[in-house]
């Protein structure tokens, strides 16, 4: 298994540009999620999904749009980017039981200008 | 509300133990997890422990839970060079499997090995 991967590994983007950064899995895990991670932050929640076709926000879910169309894929998309978002992005998937163990991917970082 | 603290910084001499400690402010936790970052890469789960334990011991990791103040805390025995990293406390209030609403994560600390 390949796990979670994510592409690309780096990201430079002008403000008002579109993008999206692409989460897949191999595990049949049915919950998916992204988090960004910022210095002295920690990592925040920007969306969550429980299945295909069920997607939800997460603590900073402005500026982003998701959605899952397949169980493997997760992509998350920046319609006009902002510097407020560079940022290093992790995907992460769980299954539907058990000791929640996420899963993370190697992460996207992110750099708008 | 969810809350989750942890002090930046820790630094021991190779051969201690680590302590490293964490609060939580949310009494519905359901589990509490410690990950593991390296630079540059993404984070690799350490260990969890269930909110009605409260010990849990894999090899050289011990996870203290205390559920009266909500603290807990992972002991790293005989700490080594590979263990610098920033390790992230994070809980999950879901009872639903998976942690489908996502995890509440610290700001991690950074473990600084000396020689």
């Known amino acids: 298994n390949a796990g979670v991967t994510q592409t690309p590994k780096f990201q430079v983007l002008k403000t008002g540009q579109s993008m999206t950064l692409q989460c897949a899995q191999d595990m049949n895990h049915e919950y998916m999620s992204w988090y960004r991670q910022d210095p002295g932050m920690g990592l925040r929640l920007i969306h969550y999904s429980v299945g295909a076709g069920i997607t939800d926000q997460g603590e900073v879910p402005n500026g982003y749009n998701v959605s899952r169309s397949t169980t493997e894929d997760f992509p998350l998309r920046l319609l006009s980017a902002a510097p407020s978002q560079t940022s290093v992005y992790f995907c992460a998937s769980s299954r539907t039981s058990g000791n929640n163990e996420q899963f993370f991917g190697p992460g996207t970082r992110l750099t708008v200008l | ?115």
């Open chain 2, 1 to 115: 509300g969810e809350d989750v603290e942890q002090s930046l910084f820790l630094s021991v001499r190779e051969g201690d133990s680590s302590v490293i400690n964490c609060t939580y402010t949310d009494s519905s936790s359901t589990y509490l997890y410690w990950y593991k970052q390296e630079p540059g890469a993404g984070l690799q789960l350490l260990t969890y422990i269930f909110s009605n334990m409260d010990m849990k011991q894999d090899q050289r990791l011990t996870v203290l839970l205390n559920k009266k103040d909500k603290h807990l805390s992972l002991r790293i025995a005989d700490t080594q060079t590979g263990d610098s990293a920033i390790y992230f406390c994070a809980e999950s209030i879901s009872d639903r499997g998976g942690g489908a609403d996502g995890l509440t994560f610290g700001k991690g600390t950074h473990l600084i090995i000396q020689p």
